[in-house]
């Protein structure tokens, strides 16, 4: 397959714990003939860290976290998809949100991760290839044309969390009647080390949704009870005022009643680096109702402290947990006389999902990371449970990549070497 690898960005300045860079928007506007009908349309696009991308203001993307999560020096990849059903005669826009993901982690300084060789602003390559009915084409790659502005997302990390700020949406940005000539441009950027594949480990979708069974007051806000620990986002819907700022601390342990973060924190943290622990921030617009899901994190958590909303808007509606993982196929199932065993067999299960984000980690939560001896001593129960034999043979395309020149491979993988 024949790669686009022109790469584009929208500024050279990457996001810090101490500075943050808005994640960038990108639309590119072009004409197809009115007498002729479109025959194929195929467009194969990366994103580095992560992508979310539409056609004419529909959001085509596979599932959360696309295309990846890996190391840009050993291997980039790609998807594909068939767009020919989006697309119509006379104007048409694709438009591009990007996420720092992996390839800018600054809330994975721990196994340094913020001094990754790799590290820059999100940055795209794609193409978008089109034949009509007499056989003519077009093409549209990622090139300067492409226009480029700042969105509401102020800040992402694929650790900490993401920073919302909706009094800088741009309504339609996505569609073609947007009025963008006040955006910028886009500029090229060296294209990543690493070998382009398409990817094949299954996408990670929404598999359930949950409501609070409760929610308590606390002396600084209002305790979110999910009833299970499981991994993914919450979905936000509020009617709030102008600048209201809406703080949500992601977590898996109370004591006292209380919310406690410090077993997904780490002792080398500074007060800044433990305050940005799965924490989520939505600042309202102030316009009736308003809904906000995260697009470039995934969080650990049963529990979540929400500060900065008042006891009229502290309702079960608030917030919907919506339970994320690699969409896996069931292979098997387990069930006996023994209560305790269904017991273990439902925790293993719900374990396995929470973790797979297209690989197994050690924990959604914490570290997101892929160790080696964890997945060894977890894939063959994993295969007895899960047709999850496409994923875990994508990661060990990863796997060999990251092996030094001896053959010994680091312990967690992706790695920042």
Not at 34 to 58: E, M, Q, S
Not at 119 to 148: C, Q, Y
């Amino acid at each position: 397959m024949n790669f686009p690898d022109q790469f584009i960005a929208a500024t050279t300045e990457y996001t810090t714990l101490e500075k943050h860079v808005p994640a960038p928007y990108f639309r590119k506007l072009f004409d197809i003939p009115d007498n002729r009908n479109i025959k194929a349309a195929t467009l194969t696009i990366t994103g580095l860290g992560f992508y979310r991308v539409f056609v004419n203001g529909t959001e085509i993307t596979k599932g959360a976290l696309a295309p990846y999560i890996s190391n840009p020096d050993d291997i980039v990849y790609y998807d594909c998809y068939d767009v020919s059903t989006y697309l119509g005669p006379g104007k048409n826009v694709l438009g591009i949100l990007l996420g720092n993901g992996f390839n800018n982690n600054p809330g994975g300084h721990i196994w340094d991760f913020d001094k990754a060789p790799w590290r820059s602003a999100p940055k795209t390559a794609l193409r978008l290839e089109i034949t009509m009915d007499n056989n003519s084409s077009m093409a549209i790659e990622s090139d300067e044309s492409f226009r480029t502005s700042p969105s509401p997302i102020i800040f992402d990390d694929y650790r900490c969390g993401e920073y919302y700020d909706a009094r800088l949406e741009q309504p339609g940005w996505n569609t073609a009647e947007f009025d963008d000539s006040n955006w910028g441009f886009a500029f090229r950027v060296p294209s990543p080390r690493g070998i382009p594949r398409l990817c094949s480990a299954e996408p990670i979708t929404v598999h359930s949704e949950i409501k609070p069974v409760s929610v308590t007051p606390q002396d600084d806000g209002f305790l979110y009870d999910f009833g299970v620990n499981l991994a993914g986002v919450c979905r936000l819907c509020i009617e709030g005022f102008p600048g209201q700022e809406v703080v949500m601390y992601h977590g898996e342990y109370i004591k006292d009643g209380k919310l406690i973060l410090d077993n997904i924190r780490f002792r080398q943290m500074s007060d800044m680096q433990k305050d940005m622990v799965q924490k989520s921030i939505y600042i309202c617009k102030g316009h009736g109702r308003e809904e906000y899901t995260p697009s470039f994190v995934y969080n650990g958590f049963r529990y979540v402290l929400v500060k900065g909303i008042s006891e009229e808007q502290a309702t079960p509606e608030l917030l919907t947990y919506l339970v994320m993982h690699s969409k896996l196929a069931e292979r098997g199932s387990f069930s006996c006389s023994d209560d305790t065993a269904n017991k273990l067999q439902a925790m293993v299960r719900r374990s396995d999902l929470s973790n797979f984000y297209y690989f197994p980690t050690d924990c959604p939560h914490r570290e997101k990371n892929g160790w080696t001896g964890d997945a060894a001593l977890s894939y063959e129960h994993m295969l007895l449970n899960l047709a999850a034999e496409n994923s875990l043979c994508e990661w060990v395309r990863n796997i060999c990549k990251a092996q030094n020149d001896q053959g010994a491979p680091p312990g967690i993988i992706p790695t920042a070497g």
